[in-house]
């Protein structure tokens, strides 16, 4: 696996991710899975049920997650997404952001501990929006202000593991 060393890209302010955000209507889950243990699985699970995007799974090895149907590949879906969330291997990416610019999407969004410095650099010079090392899912209920629903915020302020029980 080639990852850089260091990071030169600068991604979008929360301000312009925001936007991003609410700009979209539909975002596609590439690598979306079926296992429920999966990051991909628990982020789908949040958009279908808390957000108004129309969400679709991308899974060549999946016919349907959570009820809705999975496709082969981004130029199989019903529409152009919005934004391409990807839940694939550091290698995979350039693959997967060449499929983005196939169908002419309007963002790629590489999940927390994704990064890849040529994939953010074609995809801008493609005209993408790239967000990379980031959570749709937090980031929607960060803006949402949702994160106690999605229980990152529990109003307790302890190192004691059992404190959030009692408080």
């Known amino acids: ?6 990071r030169t890209w600068v991604g979008p ?3 312009q991710r925001l936007n991003l955000l609410r700009q979209a209507k539909s975002i596609a889950i590439v690598g ?3 296992n ?5 699985y628990f982020v789908s699970t949040y958009l279908l049920s808390s957000s108004d ?3 679709y799974f991308v899974n ?3 016919t349907e997650i959570l009820g809705q149907p999975a496709y082969p590949d981004l130029k199989s879906l019903p529409e152009v997404p919005d934004v391409v969330d990807v839940f694939r291997r550091h290698d995979d990416l350039p693959s997967v952001l060449d499929e983005a610019i196939a169908v002419g999407a309007k963002t790629l969004w590489l999940q927390l501990g994704s990064w890849h410095e040529e994939v953010a650099a074609r995809a801008e010079e493609a005209g993408l929006n790239v967000v990379m090392d980031r959570c749709v899912k937090i980031e929607h209920a960060r803006f949402d202000g949702g994160l106690h629903l999605a229980g990152f915020d529990t109003g307790v302020i302890s190192s004691r593991r059992d404190s959030a029980v009692r408080g």
């Open 1 to 6: 696996m080639s990852t850089p060393a260091e």
């Open 13 to 15: 302010s929360a301000p």
């Open 32 to 34: 979306a899975s079926t």
């Open 36 to 40: 429920p243990s999966r990051a991909s």
């Open 53 to 55: 995007y129309r969400v």
């Open 60 to 62: 060549p090895m999946a």
